[in-house]
């Protein structure tokens, strides 16, 4: 988040005002030299800034709780229609453009918290992690050890883990189910009958994102059949099958958020398009959160783009509601849907 720099002597008084933060120097900065006024002056920029987004980190947590409550009471309004509460996320999700597991966390929180009375130190991705502690006073106990230590959310996260794998009687932390995913073999192809184009009712080749193509020569392939190309030269064989099929090389051009991203997706036979793509069964937190941007720090570390494009292993299935292409990506052998989920950086979802 880009705040104006720097902040106005005024502004800091009125930050500080509504944060109860005195102004303050415990000792008085040296402005004898330029040099020291402009290290004050730094220090006073660094020091609103942690106040300024502790405050937006506050907000967010009271959105968050309010957000959650409305829902909660306008579901109980319609309680005696079933799967009303789902069907009013999904539209919630759409209409306000927004993820559904955000909602659904909100929406939790309202529950685990029926007043409102966060602790000062947390931000809203330590509530987050403890939704996942069910009795409430095992919750209020880390929380206040959370706020009193000032524990950082992978500290928080390490303990809460560490209580559901005692519960569950093992040694190491617990894990959701294992995301798996096999990518098939660039150059695979599936024909089918054209029907819209310059080849009506003719068979052809389907590259993938709605794109056809009909190499020119002979085409004795059947409908139906799965193909393979090498050097332009079309065969079929028994080592390629269904799931061979829409598995791309692309080349990353922007990361987007935690788990979505543009990319030059080759086709085959010289062809490429340009695609946004989100990763398949998983949900990073809202971009305008400290999850949310570090979500996407990492994922852009390890799949640059810009000045340093790198190149990925893609494999696609259907589109999700905003019409994007979900995809299993691979950088080299690391799988990184999963990578993002075993780093608590993104939730499982239902598909």
């Known amino acids: 988040m880009n705040w104006p720099r720097p902040f106005s002597f005024l502004t800091v008084l009125i930050l500080a005002s509504a944060l109860a933060v005195p102004v303050s120097f415990a000792q008085p900065p040296d402005v004898q030299t330029y040099d020291g006024l402009l290290h004050a002056i730094r220090g006073v920029q660094a020091a609103s800034q942690r106040r300024v987004e502790q405050a937006v980190e506050q907000e967010k947590v009271r959105e968050a709780w309010e957000i959650g409550k ?21 539209r919630l999700a759409r ?18 918290y029926p007043i409102y009375s ?44 560490r209580r559901q794998a005692s519960k569950n009687g093992t040694a190491g932390e617990t894990r959701a189910e294992v995301l798996t995913a096999t990518p098939g073999k660039p150059g695979t192809y599936r024909v089918v009958r054209a029907h819209y184009g310059k080849q009506p009712n003719q068979l052809v080749l389907d590259l993938g994102f709605s794109s056809y193509y009909r190499p020119p020569g002979k085409f004795p392939f059947q409908e139906g059949s799965i193909v393979t190309e090498n050097k332009g030269r079309l065969k079929r064989t028994k080592d390629a099958g269904e799931e061979d099929l829409f598995t791309f090389q692309a080349t990353v051009i922007q990361v987007i958020d935690g788990d979505t991203f543009t990319a030059a997706v ?11 793509l989100r990763l398949r069964a998983l949900d990073a937190p809202e971009i305008d959160s400290a999850d949310g941007r570090e979500a996407k720090e990492w994922l852009a570390s390890v799949m640059p783009s810009g000045a340093k494009p790198s190149s990925v292993l893609i494999k696609t299935v259907k589109s999700d509601k905003y019409d994007r292409y979900l995809a299993d990506v691979w950088v080299g052998e690391t799988y990184l849907n999963q ?3 075993d780093q608590g950086l993104a939730v499982r979802v239902s598909e």
């Open 266 to 276: 080759q086709l085959g036979f010289g062809f490429t398009t340009v695609q946004t």
């Open 118 to 161: 966060p602790a000062n130190k947390l931000s809203w991705s330590h509530y987050r992690e403890l939704l996942s502690l069910n009795d409430s006073k095992e919750r209020e106990e880390v929380t206040r050890q959370a706020e009193e230590q000032s524990w950082t959310r992978d500290r928080l996260r390490e303990e809460v883990r």
């Open 95 to 112: 209409d306000l453009d927004t993820s559904q597991t955000e909602l659904s966390f909100m929406l939790q929180f309202a529950h685990a």
């Open 70 to 90: 409305l829902i909660d009471e306008h579901i109980l309004l319609h309680q005696e229609r079933a799967e009303y509460g789902r069907q009013v996320l999904e």
């Open 339 to 341: 990578k993002l989920i």
